[in-house]
């Protein structure tokens, strides 16, 4: 059976009231969080994302990102996509619908998987929890969210399983951050935790209530610190939102906008869809090979293509990184030489024609220099390389370093 409308029962483990239809609200409509009053007070400057009006920063982007890393930053994602798989052949039809092998994730735990296009192309890049069973709930992002339903509605042929958009009825709120813990077990309301946050490991979630709400507590996150991220349904946002506000006080928590979002996660290697990954991207190009699972005997979407794999002159993702303060951005060239030289040279090829292009790039508010993400051609992509790019006309030296840029202490 496959529902893209019906209504699912909420148990205590689940996330969410009522599911709905996928084109209930139009993809350009201009949407407004749960949170967005909560903003509004907080002095919050917002932002257009994917049809949402979001805050982009509280304060500064760098008090902001400094926050997340030494204390704890909060940030509002209820623009995510939140999709509910159930029924018998739950765990079957995810493994035919996504690159990984879903059913062996135990209850309880979080994997990070890949929406493939039969090309092998990437629809989208997701997590999916366990939450029973026969119960998944599928994260997918904002952009994403009407591609990422229908593509996992039209897969559902041929499964019992019940394949239902829940993203306006969900809110997801993250704490993020070496404070997150003692924030979190500090909120008041937020309690019968499923397992206690001290032993709930990376990747797993817990189900808990807020007011007698449930709650799903995951210990995941986009920003490459130590964090929590809480699915509840949409009208008691605002209210858990306030709580953690209230218990943060005592450990320097702070709103934190997606500004600070990007770098955070720039820092620690993690793609973005739209950038470093897309329709016309293999994993294998993005260094996400082993997100694909063609170990398992299973047939999936974009399984022939994956085990073809990219042309092997196919460009790869790289992190690079540069001295001083000038960052390459986004559509950035690279170059295989400092300058370019006369075009009846031998050289002229090599200087005047770009070996890759920049995805993502920021001077680091951590390490204090520029880290950038690339697609260069795979002969340059060995750690130690010299590229250059060229930043407003100017060629800047690069080297080709190991992702991610930062990696917290544990």
């Not at 019992?160 to 070496?178: C, M, Y």
Request: net charge negative.
């Amino acid at each position: 059976m496959t529902s893209a409308s019906e209504k699912t029962t909420v148990a205590p483990d689940a996330v969410a009231p009522d599911a709905v239809a996928p084109d209930a609200v139009a993809p350009d409509a201009q949407r407004l969080s749960p949170l967005n009053d909560a903003h509004v007070a907080a002095g919050a400057s917002f932002t257009d994302f994917a049809g949402w009006q979001m805050p982009v920063r509280y304060t500064s982007d760098l008090a902001e990102h400094h926050a997340v890393r030494t204390s704890a930053g909060l940030f509002d994602l209820s623009h995510m996509a939140e999709i509910m798989v159930e029924g018998p052949d739950a765990a079957a039809y995810l493994d035919y619908a996504l690159a990984g092998k879903i059913s062996a994730v135990a209850l309880g735990q979080a994997k990070y998987s890949l929406l493939l296009n039969e090309a092998g192309g990437i629809v989208d890049d997701l997590v999916v929890y366990r939450l029973a069973d026969d119960r998944f709930l599928v994260v997918a992002n904002a952009g994403n969210r009407f591609p990422a339903a229908e593509a996992l509605i039209a897969r559902a042929a041929g499964f019992e399983v019940s394949v239902t958009d829940q993203s306006d009825d969900v809110a997801l709120i993250a704490v993020q951050g070496p404070n997150s813990r003692a924030i979190l077990e500090a909120t008041a309301r937020l309690t019968d935790f499923g397992i206690p946050l001290s032993e709930l490991k990376y990747y797993w979630s817990t189900p808990a209530t807020f007011t007698g709400l449930p709650v799903l507590v995951a210990r995941t996150g986009y920003t490459g610190e130590d964090g929590f991220e809480l699915y509840i349904q949409a009208d008691a946002a605002a209210s858990l939102w306030d709580a953690i506000v209230v218990a943060g006080t005592a450990h320097d928590l702070v709103p934190a906008g997606l500004a600070s979002r990007d770098t955070l996660r720039l820092e620690a290697g993690m793609p973005l869809y739209g950038h470093e990954l897309g329709l016309d991207t293999y994993p294998a190009q993005a260094g996400l090979g082993r997100v694909v699972a063609l170990a398992k005997e299973s047939d999936f979407v974009g399984r022939a293509a994956s085990e073809t794999g990219p042309a092997a002159d196919a460009r790869v993702l790289v992190g690079l990184v540069s001295t001083g303060k000038r960052a390459g951005r986004a559509d950035y060239a690279v170059f295989a030489s400092a300058d370019p030289v006369a075009a009846d040279t031998a050289d002229a090829a090599t200087s005047t024609e770009p070996v890759g292009i920049i995805t993502s790039g920021a001077l680091s508010p951590t390490l204090g220099h520029p880290v950038m993400m690339a697609y260069v051609n795979p002969d340059l992509a060995e750690i130690g390389t010299e590229l250059f790019v060229d930043v407003r006309g100017t060629r800047i030296p690069a080297s080709v370093t190991k992702l991610p840029f930062y990696k917290r202490q544990k």
